[in-house]
């Protein structure tokens, strides 16, 4: 706790220093982006200065996420922006490349810091991601952006400690990264096969489920749920294959080693 402590008065020190000008957050509406600018905004209000709340509605996530993100950048006292980009024709990620990660991140921040100016762009990088394959790490550093939970050494269950603290609304939120994420690398991507992925992942989280994550190859489905859930998983079994096969799949699967973030990346490095 101490050492919790320690980061985070790090990180009021470093923005309190950001805000002493407008600044920008980019925000998805996940715990790590609200967390940033929940106290963005609270070094703002002692700098008399504003904070604008940068939400970048994608073709590569569900629709909802970025209404959502708005109301919640309204609420926390933020002036929410919105940023339009179809990845699919500006990012040249049509095949899904293995450097996706890094096209993606530099198409959405160029037209971020265009629209946003002289301000400095701040973003929710956290300390675990700096150590799996994130080559979209490589663009932010390439653009400028500052990634201060990261720079603070910030991990992702110490940062839902601090959300919990603050009451913020999305501190048990499951992290929800891209649906091209989904597919194998050098797989076509479409809206229409995302969507349905979309779909069948929410089915399932309707059924009570915490991360799910739906990989798809070709027809077959590979399903990862937590560990401790795959046996429930089972016991749902009938209507889940039953979903995903009226959907349009042949083959449902359920992996035994349970949900791994970037699953899809294993062996790769940056």
Do not use: W
Request: aromatic residues 8%.
């Amino acid at each position: 706790m101490i050492e919790l402590m320690n980061k985070y008065r790090l990180l009021c020190r470093q923005l309190d220093e950001y805000t002493k000008q407008d600044t920008a957050v980019a925000f998805s509406g996940g715990v790590d982006s609200s967390l940033l600018l929940l106290l963005a905004v609270n070094a703002a209000k002692k700098n008399g200065t504003t904070v604008y709340a940068y939400t970048i509605a994608t073709t590569l996530h569900p629709s909802g996420e970025t209404a959502q993100a708005v109301r919640l950048a309204e609420q926390i006292g933020a002036v929410p922006r919105t940023i339009h980009v179809d990845e699919l024709s500006e990012a040249g990620i049509e095949n899904n490349p293995p450097d996706r990660c890094y096209l993606c991140k530099k198409c959405m921040f160029t037209k971020l810091k265009k629209d946003a100016g002289k301000l400095v762009v701040l973003e929710g990088t956290n300390e675990d991601d700096m150590y799996v394959y994130r080559p979209g790490i490589r663009a932010l550093k390439e653009l400028g952006i500052v990634s201060p939970l990261s720079d603070c050494h910030l991990t992702k269950s110490e940062i839902r400690q601090l959300a919990k603290n603050f009451d913020v609304a999305v501190a048990e939120k499951p992290s929800t990264p891209c649906m091209a994420t989904r597919f194998p690398y050098h797989t076509k991507l479409s809206r229409s096969r995302m969507e349905q992925v979309a779909r069948m992942e929410d089915y399932i989280r309707s059924l009570g489920f915490y991360n799910v994550r739906c990989r798809v190859y070709g027809k077959l489905v590979r399903i990862e749920v937590d560990r401790q859930d795959i046996e429930r998983l089972i016991v749902h079994g009938n209507a889940i294959t039953e979903y995903i096969k009226n959907i349009g799949y042949t083959y449902v699967t359920v992996d035994l080693e349970g949900f791994r973030s970037g699953s899809m990346d294993i062996g790769r490095k940056e």
